[in-house]
């Protein structure tokens, strides 16, 4: 929280909280949040937060219980006043629709935020409108924190400062592999998915610019693999992940707020995102795949087909059920190598693993709790940053330890020779 507020009444608001992701997000600070911590959930439907409430009593009586505030995104003054008792705000509502609202009540009432909102556009929009009044007022706007950016950033922190201990290095390519597709989605998920696409292929285009959103212009030429590779490490790779390349641009906003050229993650960062294959065959089908769904993408720009695929989209606040998540735990893994500019970096790396057994919405959800919790209780943002629109990647260290708290398991392993 801003080091000039007043004493608030909530560590944390979630707002949004009775929805199906902010119900994984009450979920996990209920059970690994200290017991002791005020908070409050914040939705449109008295009914759904009355039931919210009593299952998270049932489930975890032996901690303070979060008291519950009826408000609409459109109530802008009720929702100041609810947003102005946090500390912090995690914000789980439909962002296309509602986002905004929610984040300009937390820059007047400084108060800390947090989202899950991966869409790079919606994202240009909020720094443009409130980055340089969120910096004046000292509040940390924490964007898009779940598994888009949020996971990446994580492995960034995390292997910064691994190669940096190991070998006094800075990282150069960052290979991500990402092993699930979620094929069920929620309600919300979808329609921000829909609203993105609905901008046409020109726009999805410059989302996937490196240097979209980044404040320091990213200039490094990219170094992808395209079509189908298997890496020494990692595996059968394909490059198939639509929203790759917008993850690329969130990912180097971080880099670009740490001091791009001149952070601690160095001159020649730079992400690429693949997807794992379990055969040569299951690699054609990624590459099918992934050029049906962009192809369906492209679509959504037109509003017959927008109508026909919003008939069959989950209702709003539904989505997979606690089983089908389950049966799919989250993995990922990356390997980032030691800058190969500086010569005695070279074959050096880094291999992070990645398993949250929970599930994908669970492992998303997480994240974004976890961030929430970095604010309110560390809040050791990096030499020179005050507030503004941020990612997860200003959050450092503290960040990676509350993750893993939460119940990431992470092994890492450091590599002499690498092979390519």
Request: hydrophobic residues 35%; charged residues 20%; contains cysteine.
């Amino acid at each position: 929280m801003a080091a000039d507020s007043a004493p608030r009444k909530y560590g944390i608001v979630v707002v949004g909280g009775s929805g199906y992701t902010g119900t994984l997000i009450c979920k996990h600070i209920a059970a690994k949040f200290p017991t002791d911590l005020k908070w409050a959930v914040a939705g449109r439907s008295k009914e759904r937060l009355e039931k919210l409430a009593a299952k998270l009593a049932k489930e975890y009586p032996d901690r303070v219980q979060p008291e519950l505030e009826i408000v609409t995104p459109e109530d802008t003054k009720t929702l100041g006043e609810v947003i102005g008792r946090a500390k912090v705000c995690i914000s789980s509502v439909l962002y296309s629709v509602d986002g905004e609202n929610v984040i300009r009540a937390c820059v007047e009432q400084r108060t800390d935020y947090v989202d899950c909102a991966a869409v790079p556009p919606l994202c240009r929009d909020w720094i443009n409108k409130y980055h340089k009044q969120a910096e004046e007022n000292g509040v940390a706007l924490i964007q898009s924190c779940g598994f888009r950016s949020g996971a990446m950033d994580l492995v960034a922190i995390h292997a910064s400062r691994e190669l940096e201990q190991k070998w006094s290095a800075q990282m150069g390519n960052m290979t991500m592999r990402i092993d699930m597709v979620e094929s069920n989605m929620s309600g919300g998920t979808m329609r921000t998915m829909l609203s993105f696409g609905s901008e046409g292929p020109k726009a999805l285009a410059e989302a996937g610019h490196p240097s979209f959103l980044t404040p320091i212009p990213y200039t490094n030429t990219l170094k992808t693999i395209r079509g189908i590779h298997k890496d020494p490490r990692l595996g059968i790779l394909t490059n198939s992940s639509p929203p790759g390349d917008q993850a690329r641009g969130l990912i180097n906003r971080s880099w670009g707020l740490l001091g791009g050229p001149k952070s601690s993650w160095g001159p020649n960062f730079q992400y690429n995102e693949y997807e794992r294959a379990g055969s040569y065959l299951g690699a054609i089908g990624n590459m099918v795949r992934c050029y049906v769904m962009l192809t369906v993408f492209s679509w959504v720009q037109y509003p017959w087909f927008m109508n026909l695929i919003m008939r069959s989209a989950p209702d709003l606040g539904t989505g997979p059920s606690d089983e089908q998540i389950r049966s799919t735990p989250f993995t990922a893994a990356a390997f980032i190598e030691a800058d190969p500019a500086v010569e005695k970096n070279r074959g050096k790396g880094c291999l992070i693993e990645m398993t949250y057994t929970e599930g994908g919405y669970p492992f998303a959800a997480m994240l974004t709790a976890q961030a929430a919790g970095t604010l309110l209780y560390d809040r050791n943002l990096p030499a020179g940053i005050k507030g503004g629109c941020l990612t997860a990647g200003v959050l450092g260290p503290d960040f990676v330890e509350r993750v893993r708290s939460g119940g990431l398991e992470m092994e890492t392993i450091m590599v002499e020779n690498a092979q390519h």
